[in-house]
């Protein structure tokens, strides 16, 4: 990840630590250039990923990624083939020395938090998972705030749900009320309809009425009229796409004989070639919900910030706070009289496989 992480520019990253009575406060702040905060969408026909060895980009796929924070502390002693965690950190919860990857240490359990921008932040929230012996890496005790938008079991099953087209009004951790953007995120949800293939049928017919590709390229890329595959597409509702089309008069002859059946599959196709969330988030609780996070990026602000050239994004500044003690046992519990704690920690740059870090760092409570 190191390379490729902000087109191979040092992050920077800096971390500041605060504590009272009651919380423990983390501050961090990194530079990273661009905004990424999609996971794993839904698209009919994506790009294909020269990374992929099998580089398969038929049907639905589920692609794109976003950018993270992770920690991960000890709660009680951790070890893997890598070492223990005084010695390696987080290595002896995920990783082993041999180049291969276990998701488990092979002895005692480590608290991780990930502030993640498709899954956690949009809430004002951070992850809270841990990895055991036993348990591989899960999410704490309660309600998460993510589940997978699918109608299967693997990454190319297709969405269960699309956007209801109501306002996505929710409270954050922090108290405060925001609206979460349809483009990038599924809090109201509804069934997503239609027949995606037979969509790409009428799309793609040798003649009208469909025959769509023609002006707007094969998947939506563009042609003599512009690019229909553009996330901004999920800001409408299946009803205002359609009217929206009813009311295009150089459209009539492509798209007035289509019956109501085939527009719903049509828009169906559309949704397929912006990309539908692959997750809808749900508000936590129980230890799920014990990490608080409020972010320079909020749902408020999420469009304006991926607008780099007008918003100049450099830097994110996340401010995560837990109680010192939750009493669970999928935590770890901070004692300031004990003095000092050791962690590792990570970003991501739009990957969620690849990511750069340190492996011990030590968290000094004064």
């Not at 999609?38 to 794109?64: C, F, H, K, M």
């Not at 997503?192 to 799309?203: A, M, P």
């Not at 830097?315 to 000092?340: A, C, E, W």
Request: glycine share 10%; hydrophobic share 30%.
């Amino acid at each position: 990840g190191l390379t490729s992480f902000s087109n191979g520019t040092d992050p920077g990253l800096t971390l500041k630590a605060a504590y009272d009575d009651n919380n423990l406060y983390i501050l961090a702040e990194w530079i990273d250039s661009t905004v990424n905060v999609s996971n794993s969408s839904w698209r009919w026909y994506g790009p294909s990923d020269p990374l992929n060895i099998a580089n398969i980009n038929s049907g639905w796929t589920s692609q794109r990624n976003c950018d993270k924070f992770a920690m991960a502390f000890e709660i009680s002693a951790a070890s893997s083939p890598a070492g223990n965690f005084s010695s390696v950190g987080c290595a002896a919860s995920c990783h082993t020395s041999l180049g291969t990857a276990y998701m488990f240490p092979t002895s005692g359990k480590v608290d991780l938090w990930n502030w993640n921008l498709a899954l956690s932040a949009p809430l004002g929230y951070a992850q809270d998972m841990i990895a055991s012996n036993t348990d591989s890496i899960s999410d704490d005790s309660g309600q998460r705030m993510y589940v997978r938008n699918t109608t299967g079991t693997t990454n190319r099953s297709g969405p269960a749900y699309e956007w209801d087209g109501t306002s996505q009004s929710v409270t954050l951790s922090t108290g405060q009320s925001a609206t979460l953007d349809p483009a990038f995120y599924i809090y109201n949800k509804t069934p997503f309809t239609g027949d995606i293939q037979r969509g790409d049928s009428i799309y793609h017919r040798a003649t009208a009425p469909g025959h769509c590709f023609e002006c707007h390229g094969n998947y939506g890329v563009g042609g003599s009229e512009g690019a229909i595959n553009l996330i901004s597409q999920n800001k409408k509702t299946r009803a205002a796409l359609i009217s929206g089309m009813d009311d295009v008069g150089d459209m009539s002859a492509y798209w007035t004989p289509l019956s109501p059946s085939d527009k719903n599959d049509i828009v169906a196709f559309l949704r397929g070639l912006s990309g539908v969330p692959g997750y809808y988030l749900t508000t936590p609780d129980g230890s799920n919900a014990d990490i608080k996070a409020v972010s320079n990026v909020t749902p408020v602000n999420i469009k304006d910030a991926m607008l780099t050239a007008t918003n100049h994004h450099t830097k994110y500044q996340v401010l995560i706070t837990r109680k010192l003690s939750t009493n669970n046992s999928d935590d770890v519990q901070f004692t300031p009289s004990q003095g000092t704690y050791k962690f590792g920690v990570a970003l991501m740059d739009n990957d969620g496989k690849n990511h750069i870090g340190s492996t011990v760092e030590t968290l000094t409570f004064k």
